[in-house]
């Protein structure tokens, strides 16, 4: 047995130095490790040939040869790896190879190494020549020097080469002094070989921490890949060692017993007995775990699958029921149930029930006190657990519920640092407890569960929301369309599509070229400018029929303020404008109504006061002061009706003159002081305020003198004696803004909406035409005349002109 098994190290030597020698075949590190190593290789074959052939002398001196090169080629290995040191030199190498020749030249020639060799009882010896204390006196030089160089390598590397050094000093360490103490100094000092077959022993530690730190550490930068055939055939080989170890010391007396055939057979049957017993003992093992429940789970599998799928299913129904499976089946418990919190508190959403007897409980609702516990910890409650802790009346409380319900886990599902829910866990089929391995495990699966529950609720909300926005959407009739950062349509409703005439399904996911201008522009213009847009009215054609819109368009934010997209909300003015213009319609002949009315009553007057005396006139002829006043109220009355159409005409016709710029100063003041001396007559205070600079707009200076002036009247009559009247004229940006207020009694607040209607008056004498006069003008001029009370009494007339856009000097009329 022992020239096999040293047979079988010295094959391992030699594979190690091809092995190391081939991957580079130019490298010097290379190269000297594979000479250390195949040295070895033959020193170890020259040691199994010894044993194995008897003590000849001529066996002896190949072993010696070979371990004299030794100590040289490991210091030229130690010189060259990791990297090229300075010292030794190339010229202490080149002596201690040529010392190491000597010496094999020594033991391969003469008989200066090995005198004699003879074979003892107590196994094979020999005697040493002269040379042989110089030899060893070399040997532990050598070796010792190539150490020392190795190990101050070793001290003085970092990182991975450390690491890998580190390795090499252990094997070299382990197996040169196994080596040398075996088969240099024991033999030195007692003179017998008997157990220099254990010296090339050691170097199995030497090939095993090698390739641990090529296959781990790429030593030597080389890579040395293990196939599973191989894998599978070393532990093979491992199992078998227990009865390696037997054979070795019962081999000498079982071959005194037993024939030849008969001890391969018993080898053979116990080789096969221990290769088997590890497989029946699985087989029985998981039939007998399964016959009582007992699980194996995968822990690294099963957490693998369950993120792969928690990150995957958004929908709630599905979830959940993964979620108890996977529970149930990694732990074979009695049932599963899942919690998860609404309004009203934790609400069961799913079960797993065990189907074995058991009264695992879920019921609707979870305790208060489990729920408060896994707020206040926000970590797993182990039933078995809870009073082993400063046990407490609301310790014995919670266990007494988990008791009652036959949970033996209550894991927490957390997300943002919240409890969303819980998983309860009932007891093990198998009476097991649960392991630390159980317990991280549905952690682990908890904590993904956890967030995977959030999401799909969050998605739940998202869809619930889509489904609200896309059938309010779809049901609005105003137009609706959306685009994303890149420009392409992500929403058309049925109103888009019925207002642009184009194809809904056609038109989503297009590029929003494909819209029309008006909705294109304005959709990347709302984009580019991140703010919201309004076209109050634009054309838009749907290839049949152009139509007038109002167009919105509002940019889409993100969190952080990312412009994702817009929206566009346009809507049909069509029946808007049919509708206004109705309105109008109705407005004029209600106005006509009205103005025909207030005609036939101005005109009646004076026209019955002519027919009276028309009808006199055939009788009194001859009276001639009768003629005489018939004539003065005849043309007293027909200068009334002419005053009075003179004035319809102004109001029925507003002056096409050519609006210029001018400053509204002017026709301001000029009002103001034209009335002054009816002010002074009645004793009214007057205030004139006009800004600094001038105020100009586009308009007609004697429509404006007239407009003025007669607001000015109105106030001078509303105001009674020694009362005030102010005037301000103010400057917006756009704006142009005259004010008239006076401390009269003000307008009632039921006529308030009248006061511009033609011959609306509250004086007796009045025609009732003044005012609409001014509406009149002011609407020509684009103003907007308004009138109000003043809190403390007093009307306010106020009439806002737009500003014109060029300011040239001002033009009088």
Sequence with gaps: MIPLSLAVVAFAEFALALFVWRARVDSATNRSFALFTLLVGVWTIGLAAVFGHGPQLESWRFPFAAASFLPAAFLAFARHYPTLSRWPTRRVSYVNFTLASLFATISLTTDLMVRSATMTPSGPTRDVGLAYPAFAAYFLSAWIL?????????????????????????GILIGGTGGITMNLLVPLLTGSSRYSWIGPLFPVVFIALVAHAIIRHRLMDLRLVIHRGLTLAIAVLVSLLPVAV?????????????????????LAAIALVSLLIPFIRDVAGRVLDRYVYRTHANYQRTVREASRALTRVLDLKALLPFLTDTVATSTRCEGVAIYLRDRHGLRRAAREPRPVQGHFEAPDQAPTRVVAALDRTRDLLVSEEVMRERPTEERRELHDDLMRLNWSLVLPLISEDTVIGLIAVGPKLSGDPFYPQDLDLLMTLANQAGVAVKNAQLYAQVVLANEYINRIVATIESGVVAIDAA???????????????LPAEETLDQPVAVLPACLSDALQGSVAAARALTQPEVELSDGARTRPIICTTSPLFDAAGTVLGAVAVFSDLTPLKELETGRRRAERLAYFEMLASGIAHEIKNPLVAIKTFAQLLPRRHSDERFIEEFGRIATREIQRMERLLERLRTLSRPSDRLRQPLDLTIPVTEAVETMRAAFEEKNLVVTL????????IRGAHAELGQLFLNLLMNAHEATPPRGMLRVELAVTET??????????PGVPAELLDHVFEPFFTTRQRGSGLGLAICAAIAQTHDAKLKVANQPAGGAVFTAEFPLAVTAPAPVSA
Excluded at 148 to 168: D, T
């Design 146 to 170: 190539a150490l020392a160089v190795f190990l101050a390598k070793a001290r003085g590397a970092r990182g991975l080469a450390r690491l890998q050094l580190h390795y090499l000093a252990a």
């Design 246 to 266: 037997f054979i070795t010391f019962a081999w000498p007396r079982l071959s005194l017993y037993l024939e030849t055939h008969e001890l391969v057979a018993v």
């Design 487 to 501: 420009g392409r349509i992500a929403l058309f409703n049925r109103a888009a599509a019925q207002l642009t005439g």
């Design 689 to 696: 305020v006009t800004p600094p600079t001038p105020c100009m």
């Design 735 to 744: 704006h142009a803004i005259v004010t008239v207020l006076d401390t009269g």
